[in-house]
């Protein structure tokens, strides 16, 4: 397992620029970096299989699926659950 260097927050371009120069892959989450570790046979092989599947079902609705390797930024947004049982108390 690979130890996570310490950092001070990050701004996005900076950790960008950054990872250009590291040898091995960084996640960053919220202005935070953290190492990645390698794969094994087991999870590749259990992405291979969802990857797979998932392409199939969603090739057709327009989207795409990656399996590795891609940037990506996600918007944050707020799940919310609906329980439609009234308080019994």
Known sequence: ???NPQFNCMAPQEYLEWE???EIRYEYIHGE???MTGG???HNRIAGNLYTG???YLAE???EVYIADVKVQVSLYRQVRFDSKEDET
């Open 1 to 3: 397992m690979v130890a």
């Open 20 to 22: 250009l120069t590291q």
């Open 33 to 35: 970096v953290f190492a």
């Open 40 to 42: 094994t046979k087991p």
């Open 54 to 56: 998932l392409d199939s």
């Open 61 to 63: 609705k327009g989207c």
